[in-house]
């Protein structure tokens, strides 16, 4: 069996899929991702080249989130959607049941579970892809990987590393809202911001870029969203959401970074919102393949 080993990938690949057996499905659960800010069209965006289906599970939207997903299923027939209902959790368990019900239902031989404000960047894509095929023929089940947060200047300092990246074992399942994946329902607790998933892990060295706090008018209602509904147990949500409300005037009159101190490393779709309070869907961009190409080089056809 495979050991965990930490590898580098310096080659190049263009953006045309290469030909291979291998199947992999993207998954993403949302709910109201357009009113509380969440750039989730973008981050599917950047996946969708590499992934031969993209299963969407919605918690009950009542804003426009369906609406645009709607509108990405006409474009790419590849997408899917579903009610994955959420209740009020402690810990996050209705966020799990609704991975699991998208597990359920993949084709793919290996997951790309995404959340809705992260991304993988567009030079590294292929990457990853090349890597997937390693580890499916050198029987790992997993892909251990840097998550860093970033903001549209700096880049966080604290690296946690965790998995998105999976083959579809028997007995998969999510745990502490996608965060961590385990081998049957057992729910033992992480340590930390360290996550056990499905050994055997290959550690690899691209990184999945997290940026939830982008937009500053939304924090607020993202937090308050998270400790009133499926993160109701976490003391650590109820603190952050306390600050978010104390800080909700101050941001109110915050202003968009200088477009010379965005980040160049950001990826294309992202860069573009950096001048934006708040998220908004750009249908211009993001339903336009020939556009989505020019702005990530990436083929969308």
Known sequence: MATDEQISFNGSFGNVLPNRQLTLSGIMTVKNAVALGYPFLEAILHVLPIVDEFLIGDG??????????????EMFPKVSLYETMWAKSAHWESF???????????????????????FWHEKDIFKLL????RADSEGYNSLR???????WTTKDSYVYRNVRVLRKVPELSSHWGGDDFQVGSCRSPREG?????????????IELMHMSRAFLKHRA???????GFIGTGSEERKRSYEDSRQREEHWSRA?????????????ALMKGL???????VRGDILFDKQKLSELTGLNYD
């Not at 369906?66 to 509108?71: G, K, M, P």
């Not at 990987?145 to 903001?151: K, Q, T």
């Open 145 to 151: 990987h840097p998550c860093v947060s970033y903001a």
């Open 130 to 133: 090349e890597i997937v095929k």
């Open 193 to 205: 911001y360290t996550s056990h998933n499905v050994p055997p892990e290959l550690n690899i060295d």
């Open 96 to 118: 799990d049941e609704a991975v699991d019900f998208l597990i359920s239902k993949t084709s793919g031989r290996w997951i790309f579970e995404l959340h809705s404000d992260e």
């Open 60 to 73: 009950g939207s009542t804003d426009k989130t369906v609406y645009y997903i709607n509108r990405l299923k």
């Open 255 to 267: 202003k968009p970074p200088k477009k010379g101190d965005v980040l160049s490393c950001l990826p």
């Open 221 to 227: 209602s993202q937090d308050k969203a998270n400790v």
């Open 274 to 280: 950096s001048q934006e309070l708040e998220y908004k």
